[in-house]
């Protein structure tokens, strides 16, 4: 779900650079409010589990691949505006470093990976889960559809800004400047490929992770911990 | 022992798993993400280079692209394995250390 440069135009690229400053400065605000000191070692470890996670493709039948994100997991266990920090960093090194998403495309990539996805997950995950015990199965239930409608809402979005560049940006004879992939193929492939398999991924992973917390660190999933 | 030293241990297992992200697509025959690929997989597809993503395409050179080192395409499985997990390594490490200064300076009351 990287979108490498290339793929947006800069108008693109430019509005969702715009988008994020505010989100970013959003983040850091609401996080020196409410992050308290003993959580600093597990947002790292949580950036860095959702780094590692994205290293991970599955291949499927259609010749591509995609991964899990763990966005929504450590928006649960650490709040949305945290774990926006966290992922934007993850994919912040995976461009710079590694070359796995584009630098003009961060902005765009950070919105859909960073923003929308932990917050999908974070509010439908509380939704589900509202008021039942920190124990209960419900819990497990409930991050395993944060995780699925989540990385499908950022997969989504990133078919839609896909799609977008025929019609913002091609020459005189029809041909596109960027993306060469309309709507109308870019959000079904984007939507069924998350819908049938990376969805359920990250759905296992979010999932099983909490219920691994339930049973040995369930202090980890208290309520006041995940103020938003 | 403490959730978060369970953790490492935990991430230290998924970056001796990570080259499976390497090995199964290979395995499988499976290339990049849908809509991440290069100009030659562009041109194959769509039948075209799009004009400005042949400019944009090359903005940035990653130090190592691909989760590989540079001048290692050629190399076998078993070599892009260890760059892998060298990347996984040095991901985590940058990543960690990064988002642990950001909050620590946030977190600071």
């Known amino acids: ?228 | 022992m403490k959730i978060i030293s369970k953790f490492w241990i935990i991430m230290g297992v998924l970056i001796i798993l990570s080259p499976l992200g390497l090995l199964l697509p290979e395995h499988f025959k499976a290339g990049a993400g849908w809509g991440e690929w290069g100009s030659d997989e562009i041109q194959k597809s769509a039948g075209y280079i799009p004009k400005g993503f042949g400019n944009l395409s090359s903005l940035w050179h990653a130090p190592m692209p691909d989760y590989r080192f540079k001048g290692w395409e050629e190399k076998g499985l078993p070599a892009l394995s260890f760059a892998y997990i060298i990347s996984a390594i040095i991901g985590i490490f940058v990543v960690a250390s990064i988002v642990f200064l950001i909050a620590k300076v946030l977190s600071k009351k």
């Open chain 1, 1 to 228: 779900m990287h979108i490498p440069d290339g793929y947006l135009g800069p108008a693109t690229c430019g509005f969702f650079y715009v988008a994020m400053l505010p989100i970013w400065a959003a983040a850091s605000r609401i996080v020196k409010k409410t992050l308290a000191a003993r959580q600093v070692p597990m947002l790292a470890i949580g950036a860095a589990f959702s780094f590692v996670i994205m290293m991970l493709n599955i291949p499927i039948p259609a010749g591509t691949t995609g991964h899990a994100v763990g966005s929504v997991l450590v928006a649960i266990l650490l709040g949305p505006w945290a774990a926006c920090i966290a992922i934007t960093v993850a994919l912040v090194i995976q461009a710079l470093l590694f070359g796995d998403g584009g630098i003009t495309a961060i902005g765009a990539n950070c919105f859909n990976m960073a923003f929308a996805m932990p917050f999908v997950g974070y509010y439908i995950y509380k939704i589900i889960s509202y008021r039942t015990p920190i124990g209960s199965r419900r819990r497990v239930l409930a991050a395993g559809i944060a995780g699925y409608i989540g990385i499908n809402a950022a997969a989504f979005l990133t078919g839609v800004e896909f799609g977008l560049q025929p019609l913002l940006h091609h020459n005189v004879n029809g041909q596109a400047l960027y993306c060469p992939y309309g709507l109308n193929v870019a959000v079904p492939v984007m939507v069924s490929e998350h819908l049938l398999v990376f969805g359920w991924i990250e759905a296992i992973v979010t999932a099983l992770v909490i219920k691994y917390l339930q049973e040995h660190s369930s202090e980890l999933l208290a309520e006041e911990k995940t103020s938003s």
